[in-house]
């Protein structure tokens, strides 16, 4: 009898009940309907041979059910041990992704890899010109769109103005300089061709002006305006028949600002010139300086004489948006001839204003002679873009970081590609940024930065909930030799990492030098000057070794070296400097409370003597830049980008905040000491703010001790502390109770930093103390005191709103 194959058996095995039934159904049909047929019977099947004996026919009953009971059995066991392991699988794998090597250990190759890329080549025939802002936006849109395995998104967008722009020459604009005795024209000075819009349409009109009188304010700034008012005693007379003289420099104030502060005085037309080629040279530019006067608060209290000015001044409401100037362009040498003209006992322009003699004076009445100023202006509307490109996240996608500049500057362009090409190349090795990254070109800036403003304004949501920082590279390299950064406290730590690791392009007479160790202690794979102790044999051979081991200067070295030689400082400032509120990171910063940082390269640069005031020296290029020094500052940057996007825990430093608020105070004191001794009755004891600050700089300290002790696999713990940080800087943003701070320009918002009034470009600690206290008296008036009291009592008690603020905080940060 032939025997079941493997193959029939396997069959057998894996065959459904339902199968045999059918089966066996089917072979008793058939025997019957055969049954007469001579067919020779095939191999009864097993289970069928069994049929007549009766005494086994319950075996086989028993037996199926006591294999279904044992399969029934194993597979409640197997569903019990699967559901078992899918749990413990799901705490393992969140276990592993809240505490995995990638998420919260930091590739620091990548540092090294984007240096490396960062050569001197790439930085060849590099020139400083500035083209079409349209054009420039339409060739870096095709330009960063061409990089579509680096960029998840590029867009070009575009915002509609209406500017203001000379009217056809058949409309005469320019000056008529007359006799004042029989009104015969003596000269005629037409308006310099320009093609450039020249503000908002909505601050300049067509008019006539016969002026009586002239002045001349250097630049236009506050402090020039203070300097003429408090020093010289000039009062304006008759503004309504004046004209207002101011130099253009976009650098060092907006064409827009000057404009404002023309109609903020007063004045019935103002006339911008540039200054004459000779005086361009380096020389000049390296020996300008500014002067820091401003307006007492007493003195711009006493020149309003009606209630309601004094209640707006206070409030920082304008009552300048609905008037309009006449405004002319002209040669400095038409601005040279109307001066000397007029033989008047002007008094002469101050040392520092001119580098050399001037016939520019101050200017008051003319006596000989009279000006017809004449302008015909038309509304153009142009469109003004800017280029957005995002490199996306991995793990933390929806919080970014902003790096901005203006669109034409071809040095930042090359220095943005030249990084984003960097790190480009790594995200295609597998390299992916934690955070997100968004690339900003903006136009607009020398009207007012009309672009960021609005970009800001219909993303303000955005902002606030995802932007973690804005990096500005501001002018770029406008010199060989230190950084100049202004910006946050916070980003102090970040910076001198930065500056910690990138080697100095300068070259030095000696090769081996001691370096200051920071403060701040760099990335743990940085070891310099490596002590070996290991044997105590050993010990004479390793200091020879430390004491010859040589190493190359970096950027925080020259920065060392130029705080100790600025004038009147005797120990070392931080990196960070206060904020250039001449800037778009101020616009982030005293705005919203996004920490934000302006990254420059200059010549070494001085403070002066007053040592929270910080003067905004004006490009000086006294020699060729050279590519290393490009480099390393592209260098710096990238490694400020790496750190805000890559790190698991965002690199704030709230100690040395705190640090620089203690110290912004001590030296704030100091400086008003006489102040608060004449207002002691109604601001209180000095000593009563400094225990609000040493309250508030307090709580600081210790939010970062608790930072300081996460454990650094705890990446979920992370994500909170992050979540916290980003809303630090925040927390000293005016709410609606307080006002406004700042009487200059309500836009700002901060309440520790910010423009006090009288300084354009400058920021200072505690603004609304500081435009209170500049300049008073022995024995105030009485409606001062009133003032002072209000504005001491609004600014405690946001002090105390942010001290409480961030005991919050703290306490939410313990619990871990």
Known sequence: MRQLGNEEKAALLLASPDDDANELSQSSTTTSNQINNPIVSKRPKTYQRGRTSTNSSTHPILFFILILCAFILGCLTGVAILLYRMSQDAESSSATLYNSPSLTEIDLTIQTKVFQSLKKTNFLNLNRSIESESDAANKLELNWKSLSSIFNRVNKLSYDLTL???????????????????????EKFNVLTTNDYLSFSSLIKSGKVMASYIYYANYGRQEDFAYLINKNQINFENNNHAIVFMRRKLTII????QIHQAIHYGFAGLVLFDDDDSSNDDQTNQNMTITNDRHSFSEEWGRLSTEKQRENFLDGISNDDDQQISVLILSYSDVDKIFSFDSNPWLPCPSQWHNKPSSLKLGGELRKTKLHLTTFMEEVPVHLPLVLGYIRGIIDVDHFIMIGYQLGRKQQEKVIDEIIHAYGSEIKNGWRPRRSILFCAWSGLSYDRYTIRRWISDNY?????????????GNGIIGNSTLNLHGSPLLQRIAQRAADVVVSPLIHNHTCHHR??????????VHRRRRHEEHENHVETNEHKEQTECEPHKLFDEWMRASNNRIGSNKTSSIIQMIDIDSAAALFLLEHGIPSLLIEMTDEQALTKDT????NSPPVFSHEIEPDVIVAYAQFVSEIIRQLVDEPLIPFDLTNYADSIDMQTIDYLAHYDRAYQALGSHLGDSNEMTKIISQLTKVMRQIQSNIDQIPKNNYFSFQIFNEKLIEFERLFINDD??????TADNTYKHVLIGPAFGLTNTAVPFPLLSNLLFGIPTDPQTQLCDASQLYWSRLKQHFRLITRTLNGFDGLLSNF
Not at 461 to 473: E, F, G, K, S, V
């Open 164 to 186: 203001s722009k000379y009217a056809p020459s058949v409309q005469w604009s320019g000056i008529q300089l007359l006799d004042r005795k029989n009104d015969q024209e003596i």
């Open 516 to 525: 200051r160790k920071p403060t701040i202690e760099s990335h743990s794979h």
């Open 254 to 257: 907006s064409q827009t600002k």
């Open 737 to 742: 109770q307080l006002r406004r701070t700042n």
């Open 612 to 615: 929270f005031y910080l003067q």
């Open 461 to 473: 949501r955005l902002i606030d909930r995802n932007l973690i920082a804005y990096i500005d590279l």
